[in-house]
């Protein structure tokens, strides 16, 4: 298919401890989004609002797709909420590019948002819990952390060696982050501190768990024949893919495995028209370190197992052959739930333009993006490319 | 256009206060949906799940998309949850109908659900309420009632004899509820009793107001071009349109119409090319009776203060010229907030058969569907036709 819709601005607040509300989130990743489109125009002519927010119940906003509209200056526009856990933004990103292909509408704003340090951490705990299997599992007191532990010990246990691989995750997207001004962490961490953390949930310690963060981002996407109204570097969104799985984990025959990865991983290829060969770099649901394995696996880069050595000899860092997570990913960067898929986004968005500054991939043509909600049981995927 | 895409099957669990839990409200609905195909199919040819909740956060289940997968026999496929407060029924179908226009998808089933009456009130009262502004709002005490009772208190200083039509709404919603078998009140009212029944906000009272109901519907959505595969008798979704506002009614200029339902209809008939005229019956969002009176004018079907002669001649009314809700609307149907919307084209789908016995809109052949949510914040509309 190819050239499905494409995106032609976008913007980025920070991310992390963040003073701002979620109504000044909003409002800034919109009006970056705007500001960044290169030749004007009259944001009027945007026509379809869609946010992914998974809504901690802590902001005191309701029927919040509304809320972006009137923060984005687009009140009376149509507008919608998704919300896939913390696959949000992704299929949120998805949900525009098919109102654009069905002819509903030709520009669309896609922002992501999550304000997640206001909320207390017990009812935080209860609304991001509940995205995983509760009567089985979570009332067993399994928590996210907990799930991807069991999934680290089967794989440790299957391939020795496993265990450093991990901590080089954790090394690398911090030092990605460290070269990103919007991460929430940028700061280097070295191998040994990685090993020596606290566990959270062995064998997976702390420099192993994304933080919990603040911050939003946006997208202005524009039906792709109309990009070059816009900018001369459109960047073009070929693909999208989905899939979904059993709520619980014990329902799955592997744990090990993603099958809506692999599903949404061959949708988003198929309907682009791309060999795995042509992608030059990864954006991975790295919410644990061993998420960033599984995902390499499960979207078709290495077979079972062989995401360690890739991940050892260096395949997957910013200078490698197939780098993954250059902007430090949720690891580093930061994983405001309804923001990371659209935050995905917006790295591809620097990358495919030549725009990353000193994280950039050097001549990256097409990346993949990569956005799981719960422990796999929804998972979007997007294949983009530079015009 | 016309013939965006076709319903061949649908499925409506009862509403009320049940003892089911929403999986099996889920699994009802769908497996009702599946059911009621014409011509059997397999389910494995659905390519896209969608799900309208608001999720009231008492049910311990997050990610609920992909619960809705599951239960429906469909775990793997893509899926999404669309949430849009008491819109979200109506934005879910026009989601599934951009999914299916975009070529990502030729069969879709679209759910709505609640499960309102498991959770604590004052917890349900503050999910309702953030629906609606809290910032200069609901904290200063406005409740949903309370907004609505504004509205109608305005719209009664302006129009004299409209308050005989509020109570009319009652009495004739209520009798339609009592032909329809899934209605969670099946009792017909007196306007007397109306009349005389506690005030819950002044002019509204009791009869008034829609109910607290759980509930699920689910619909099962072709490409129009493949209708016939699976039934003789298909309802086509010939236009949707949507709109939005600011979230405040403070903010808007006018308390006695909203903006984004004019939008949304006027959207939805361009893109159906039909004219308001061939409309034979509204299935319209009456959480309030003065709702009603509202979407009768904002939709086009009568000016200002012109919805009163109408309805107090009982030209909405079963054997009217315009019959309104003829299946209780959410007055007497209840309003099981993510099932509404998609409720009301499971009543389309009935009538546009000619299937809805006692209940019957006779001659029935074009539809229009209306669903708000929060005080006219967002708002979507549907127009739908039989083959």
Redesign the interface.
């Known amino acids: 298919?190819g050239r499905r819709a494409a995106i032609v601005g976008a913007g980025h607040t920070r991310f992390g401890a963040l003073e701002a509300g979620p109504r000044e989130l909003l409002r800034t990743a919109s009006e970056l989004a705007f500001a960044s489109v290169d030749r004007g125009f009259d944001r009027r002519a945007v026509e379809e609002?869609v946010l992914a927010t998974?809504g901690f119940?802590g902001?005191?906003?309701?029927?919040v797709?509304?809320?972006l509209?009137?923060e984005s200056g687009?009140?009376?526009?149509?507008?919608?909420?998704?919300?896939?856990?913390c696959a949000s933004g992704g299929?949120a990103l998805?949900?525009a590019?098919?109102?654009?292909?069905?002819?509903?509408c030709d520009l669309a704003l896609v922002a992501g948002l999550e304000k997640m340090t206001d909320v207390a951490s017990a009812r935080r705990r209860y609304?991001l819990?509940?995205?995983?299997d509760?009567?089985w599992e979570?009332?067993a007191g399994l928590t996210f952390a907990g799930v991807y532990g069991l999934i680290a010990s089967r794989y440790l246990a299957d391939h020795p060696g496993a265990a450093e691989a991990l901590v080089a995750v954790a090394v690398k997207n911090h030092a990605n982050g460290a070269r990103n001004p919007n991460a929430h962490f940028q700061k280097i961490v070295d191998a040994e501190t990685v090993r020596q953390a606290p566990r959270v949930a062995d064998p997976l310690g702390l420099y192993d768990c994304c933080p919990v963060s603040d911050g939003a981002a946006a997208l202005v996407v524009a039906r792709a024949e109309h990009a070059r109204r816009y900018t001369d570097s459109p960047v073009y969104i070929d693909g999208?893919?989905?899939?979904?799985?059993?709520?619980a984990v014990q329902e799955r025959p592997e744990l090990t495995r993603f099958?809506?990865t692999r599903?949404?991983a061959d949708?988003a290829l198929r309907s682009a028209h791309v060999e795995r060969a042509a992608i030059d770099f990864l954006e991975v649901h790295d919410c644990f370190t061993i998420a960033e394995l599984l995902a390499i696996e499960d979207l078709g880069f290495a077979g079972p197992g062989e995401a360690v050595p890739l991940t050892l000899e260096g395949a997957t860092g910013p200078s490698g052959r197939l780098p993954v997570n250059p902007d430090g990913g949720l690891k580093a960067k930061g994983h405001p739930i309804g923001a990371t898929g659209v935050s995905q986004a917006y790295e591809a968005f620097l990358q495919l333009r030549g725009a990353a500054g000193p994280r950039q991939v050097p001549g990256a043509e097409q990346a993949m993006l990569h956005n799981v909600?719960?422990a796999g049981?929804?998972a979007a995927v997007t294949i983009l490319s530079s015009g």
């Open positions: 298919m609002v998974l119940g902001w005191q906003i309701g029927n797709s509304a809320v509209a009137e687009l009140a009376g526009t149509p507008t919608i909420r998704v919300e896939n856990a299929f998805r949900a590019v098919h109102a654009i292909e069905s002819g509903a609304w819990g509940v995205s995983g509760t009567e979570r009332s999208v893919g989905a899939g979904s799985d059993r709520l099958a809506a599903r949404a949708e909600g719960g049981a929804t």
